[in-house]
């Protein structure tokens, strides 16, 4: 039987991570997708990256798949993705996923609030 800490092992091996100042360096970049991963109550409270896309993480399995009627065109295998969540695991777990769904450019960014602290742009 498997327990929370076997799924993000399984993700955290497979989904790079990078500092929240390292993902600074792509803002920008055109092939970059930022995605904010968490449930829309956390981001009222905290604000989130500037530019980035919210898709809650229990959504993906829907809005990344082109043959769902939910698909939604920001996923693209041909960009990266820069995830986000609270601390860094929504944001492995999704990025599991995508790399479960073919998306070789998957990166895990960690947690918002390493986001902000590098300087990162925020949107309330």
């Known amino acids: 039987m498997k327990k929370m800490m076997d799924y993000m092992e399984e993700a955290n091996a497979v989904v790079p991570r990078i500092s929240g100042q390292e993902a600074l ?24 990256i500037d530019g980035a896309h919210h898709i809650p993480r229990g959504l993906f399995e829907f809005v990344a798949d082109e043959d769902s009627p939910m698909f939604n065109p920001i996923f693209d295998k041909a960009k990266t993705f820069y995830l986000v969540c609270g601390a860094g695991g929504m944001a492995a777990l999704a990025g599991k996923t995508m790399k479960d769904m073919g998306f070789d450019n998957v990166v895990n960014i960690g947690g918002f609030s ?11």
Not at 32 to 46: G, K, N, P, T, W
Not at 114 to 124: I, N, R, T, Y
């Open 114 to 124: 390493e986001w902000a602290e590098a300087g990162g742009p925020v949107k309330s």
């Open 25 to 48: 360096a792509h803002i920008g970049d055109k092939d970059a997708v930022f995605i904010d991963v968490r449930d829309q109550y956390m981001i009222a409270e905290s604000g989130t």
